[in-house]
């Protein structure tokens, strides 16, 4: 089963992503995340789905042909890209100024 993505490196390289979505939903039960959350939360899940794309093309399951399985693969990075960054421009926007101060 291992093989189907492309070997023990590829399933190492899944982890990431689902303990960085692991994170955001846990980081949502005990922090106020705003709007921010629905932002990366999508970037770790088009991630993954990068990620799978990638280790499925490796593997011995499902062969993409070479077009198919690049344009998926980098339209899901891309997508990744942008989520992540709009994420981090909401946290800014968003943040509380007077919290950053440091108390006289």
């Known amino acids: ?14 982890l990431i992503p689902l303990f960085g979505i692991c994170l955001v939903l846990i980081a949502d039960s005990l922090t106020e995340t705003n709007r921010a959350k629905r932002y990366f ?11 799978v794309v990638i280790g499925l093309q490796q593997g011995t399951l499902i062969t993409f ?25 909401v946290v800014w926007r968003e943040r509380d100024p007077t919290a950053s101060r440091l108390a006289p």
């Not at 291992?2 to 590829?10: C, H, S």
């Not at 939360?41 to 990620?51: E, I």
């Not at 042909?65 to 421009?89: D, E, K, M, Q, V």
């Open 65 to 89: 042909p070479r077009p198919i399985g690049l344009l998926g693969a980098l339209s899901l990075l891309i997508g990744f890209l942008s989520l992540t960054f709009y994420g981090l421009c």
């Open 1 to 14: 089963m291992i093989a189907w993505l492309g070997g023990q490196g590829n399933v190492i390289s899944l």
């Open 41 to 51: 939360l999508s970037g770790y899940v088009l991630w993954f789905g990068f990620r």
